[in-house]
C-alpha cells in the first residue's frame, strides 16, 4: 500500500496517544509508538509536556531508542542521554551513523563519554575517534566517512558488479574515484553509472568539476554551498585534497533549519535548541535572565527620565508624549537590523558592500523620520492646544523624531556588522543594544528639547 | 581539476567586479559574469546595489538569463522581468524546468503572460498549463512532471537498457513503478537499480511504502514530511493515486528557508523577500507602512497615560517609572510569542497540547512577575525614598509589574492560535497586538494603582 502522508492524521495520532496515556492504555500506547517511525516518535515527544514525554520514553522498545534520540532537539535528547546508564546507552547507540554518534557523544559528560566509548567495539571507537576531531559546526562535523571509493582504470561493469556485492550506504547519489594516496579526483554519480555503457572507463565517465568541500569549512557555509549549487551530496577533502567523507543534504537540511531559527529566537533571547514544552522551573530561570538584562536597559532610560523631572514637572503633557519617540526609533532600527542580519547570513551583505547599504538606511530613516515628525507634530499641536505650549512641545518631539530614526536605523546597520568583529551574536545582542540606544536617544532628546524651550 | 569552494574568493570576486565596473571595464566583467555559474550570478546581483546590478544584468549573456532569473529573489526576478519584452523573456526561459518556469509565469501580468505564453512551444505550453493548476505554495506547485515510470512487470535489465538510451533527469533518485492507469504502484530507487541483479524483475524490488504526497498539501508540510523522513524526492499523486510528478529535495530547501526567514522578517513587519538592497524611495515606501502602524499603538498608550494626567502632575516620579512596566511585559510576552509561533511553524504545538503549554507559560510569567516585581519594587523604594511617597510608589509598580507579565505571556500565547483561526499571520501582527496590550495594561495599572493611593 502506498502510504499518504497527511498532517490531520498526525494531529489525531497525538491526540489518540495522548488519550490513551491518560486512561493508562500502556501495552495499547507501546505498540502505537513502535509502529510509527522513529522520526514521528522524536516529533510526538518534542510535542508532549513532560510527564507524557517521560512516560512515552520509557514505553519505547530499547533498540529503537538510539534512533529516536538522532531525530530528537538536542535539549530533549541531552534529558533523555542524561538519565541512561552508560550501558544502556551504548546499547541504545549501536547501529547509528558515525556522524549522528559523534553529535550525541560529543555531548555527553567526559566520564560518561569513556564509559560509552567502552563498550563499544574498537572499529565504532576509532571512527567515531576520527569523527570528534572535527568541531561539530563544522564541514568534518557534518561529514559521514561511509563513501564508495573506486579507482580510476576500472570499468563500470566492474564498478557495477562491486556495488552488487557490497550494497550501497543510505542516500548515496555518487561514488568517489581517488588515486593510490585517497586524493579524490572526482565523482561518478548513481546515474552516470546507469546511463554509462559497461565496458566504459570510469576515468572517461567520472565528473572532475564536483564541488568539493574542505572539512574546516563552517557549517553555515556548508549550508550556502549546498543551496546556491542545488547538490544532494559532496565529497569533502583535508587540505592535502584526499576524501575524508561525504556530507549529505538531510544533514545539511538540518543545519539550514536551526541557522534561520537562531536569528528568530535569539532576538527574544531564547535558544533554537529551546524545548517548547520544557518544565515551568527551568523556563523560568532561562527568561529570567534575559528580563534582567531588560530591566537594566530600561533603567538606563529611566535615568535619562530622572534628568529632566523638573521639566516634566512643569509639562506634564512631556509624560503623555514621552513612549512615542523610543517607540518608533525602536521599530524603524529593528527592521534595518533584521534586513541586515538576514543579508549578512544570506551572505549578501559583506565589507565591499555594506557602505552604500548604510547610506541607503539612513536615507530611508530620514525620509520616514521626516513625515512621521510632521504627523506627530501636526497632532501633538491640536491634541495640547489647551495648554498654550503646544507650538513648542510640536516641535520638540518632531526635532526628537528625526535624530533618534536616524540615529536606531544607523545603529540597526552598524551594529550587526560590528559585532560580528567582536565576535559576538548579533542576532542575540542586537536587539538589547539597538532598544537601549533609541530609548535613551528618544527620551534625551525629547525632554532636553523641551527643557531648552521651558526652563 | 576538483574546485574547493571558499567564501573569501567569493567575497573577492564581488569587490574584483565592483571595481572592474567603476573602471567601465566591461569587457572584463562580462567575461567573468559568463564564466560564473548562474546561481552565483544571481547571489552577486542580489548583493549589488540598484546601479550595479541593472549594469551586471546588461552584461548577462542572453541564453543565461532564464538560468539566472530561475535563481533570484522574488522581488529582483520580477523587477528584471518586468523590464523585458515578452519576445526576450520567453526565449531567456527556454530550457527552465517546468516547476521553475511555472513559478516565474505565474507572476507576471495576464497581457505579458499570454504574450510570453504564445511565444512558446505547444508541448511546453501545455506542460505549464498543467503546472499553473495548482497554487505555487502546494506539493503540486512544487513538483516537477519529469519522472520516469516503468511497468511492475520488466526486468531490471530492460529498465537500465531503457534508462541507458533515454538518460536521466536532473537529480532523479528514484522511477516511479505505475499500472495501466497510471496509479501508483511504488519506486525504485537508483541504489535499487544497481545492486538488484538485473534478471530480477520490478516488482519484486520496488519499494511500496514510499512516502506519497498528494498534489493539494500545503509546501510547508511538504516540508515537514521531507524534514521528517530525510527525503530526497517523493512522488506526487492525485486523489485516485496518480502519478504527477515529483518534488525533488532542492525545491525543499527553498520552503524550508523561506518560511523559517517568514518568521524573522515578519516579527519586524519585513517581507522574506524583500531586496536588501532595493532603492531608498521603494524601502522607505514600505518602511512607513509599518511604522505607521506602530504610530497608531503608540498613541494608543499614550492616551491610557493621559488619562492620568493629574496623578503624573503630583507624582513626577511616576514618568520616571513609566517605561519599565510595559517595557517588561512586552519582553516577556515576546518571548513567548515566538516560542508559540516558531512552535506552531514545526508542528509542535497543536490544539491538543496547547492548554497544558498556555498554563506553563502562566506559571513561568508568574515566577517572573514576582521576581522582577521584587526587584523594582525594592528599587524603587530607596530610589525614591526623597519624596515620602516611596512605599506606595512601590508598591504600585510590583503590583503593575506582576499583573503586566502575566498578561503578556497570555497574549503572547493565545494570540498566534487565535490570529492563525482567523487566517491571520501571526508572526507579521502578534508582535504589533501584543505590544499595545503590554503598553496599554502596563500603563493603565502602574498608573491606576498610583491613582488609587495618591489622587
Not at 544532494?232 to 575524508?244: C, H, I, K, W
Amino acid at each position: 500500500m502506498v502510504e499518504t502522508y497527511e498532517q490531520e492524521q498526525n494531529v489525531d495520532k497525538i491526540q489518540q496517544l495522548n488519550e490513551a496515556l491518560d486512561s493508562g492504555m500502556f501495552v495499547h500506547v507501546r505498540m502505537m509508538l513502535n509502529d510509527m517511525p522513529p522520526s514521528d516518535v522524536a516529533h510526538l515527544l518534542e510535542s508532549s509536556p513532560p510527564r507524557a514525554r517521560n512516560l512515552l520514553w520509557k514505553l519505547v522498545n530499547v533498540e529503537r531508542e538510539g534512533d529516536i534520540l538522532n531525530y530528537l532537539n538536542d535539549e530533549i535528547r541531552n534529558n533523555f542521554v542524561d538519565q541512561m546508564a552508560p550501558q544502556q546507552l551504548a546499547q541504545a547507540l549501536e547501529g547509528l551513523e558515525i556522524d549522528d554518534l559523534a553529535d550525541i557523544l560529543g555531548e555527553l559528560p567526559e566520564s560518561v563519554y569513556l564509559e560509552v566509548m567502552a563498550s563499544m567495539s574498537d572499529q565504532d571507537r576509532h571512527r567515531i575517534e576520527a569523527a570528534l576531531v572535527f568541531p561539530e559546526d563544522t564541514a568534518g562535523g557534518l561529514m559521514n566517512i561511509d563513501t564508495i571509493t573506486v579507482r580510476p582504470k576500472v570499468t563500470i561493469d566492474v564498478v557495477l558488479r562491486y556495488l552488487r556485492m557490497k550494497g550501497l550506504p543510505d542516500s548515496t547519489d555518487s561514488i568517489y574515484v581517488v588515486d593510490t594516496r585517497d586524493r579524490l579526483l572526482g565523482a561518478v554519480s548513481l546515474a552516470t553509472l546507469i546511463t554509462s555503457r559497461p565496458e566504459s572507463i570510469v576515468e572517461d565517465v567520472l565528473n572532475g568539476e564536483v564541488e568539493t568541500i574542505n572539512a574546516s569549512t563552517p557549517a553555515n557555509e556548508v549550508a550556502q554551498i549546498f543551496e546556491r549549487r542545488d547538490l544532494l551530496s559532496a565529497p569533502v577533502t583535508d587540505d592535502e585534497n584526499r576524501l575524508l567523507g561525504r556530507i549529505t543534504i538531510d544533514d545539511v537540511v538540518d543545519v539550514i533549519r536551526e541557522e534561520a531559527e537562531h536569528s528568530l529566537m535569539s532576538m527574544a533571547g531564547l535558544d533554537e535548541t529551546d524545548d517548547t514544552f520544557a518544565p515551568v522551573w527551568s523556563s523560568a530561570k532561562r527568561r529570567a535572565i534575559w528580563l534582567g538584562i531588560n530591566l537594566l536597559t530600561v533603567l538606563v532610560a529611566a535615568q535619562v527620565i530622572g534628568l529632566f523631572e523638573e521639566t516634566i514637572k512643569i509639562v506634564t503633557a512631556l509624560a503623555i508624549l514621552q513612549p512615542i519617540v523610543p517607540s518608533m526609533g525602536g521599530v524603524a532600527g529593528t527592521q534595518t537590523l533584521t534586513l541586515v542580519i538576514r543579508g549578512m547570513s544570506l551572505g549578501h551583505v559583506v565589507a565591499g558592500n555594506s557602505r552604500w547599504l548604510i547610506m541607503k538606511e539612513l536615507g530611508v530613516s530620514l525620509i520616514n523620520g521626516l513625515l512621521w515628525a510632521l504627523c506627530v507634530g501636526t497632532l501633538t499641536y491640536f491634541w495640547f492646544s489647551y495648554t498654550g505650549q503646544s507650538l513648542l512641545l510640536a516641535i520638540a518631539i518632531a526635532g526628537a523624531m528625526v535624530v533618534n530614526l536616524v540615529v536606531g536605523v544607523f545603529a540597526g546597520a552598524t551594529l550587526p556588522m560590528t559585532l560580528k568583529k567582536f565576535n559576538i551574536d548579533p542576532a542575540l545582542s542586537g536587539g538589547v543594544i539597538l532598544t537601549t540606544i533609541t530609548d535613551v536617544v528618544g527620551f534625551f532628546t525629547l525632554l532636553g528639547f523641551a527643557t531648552l524651550f521651558f526652563a
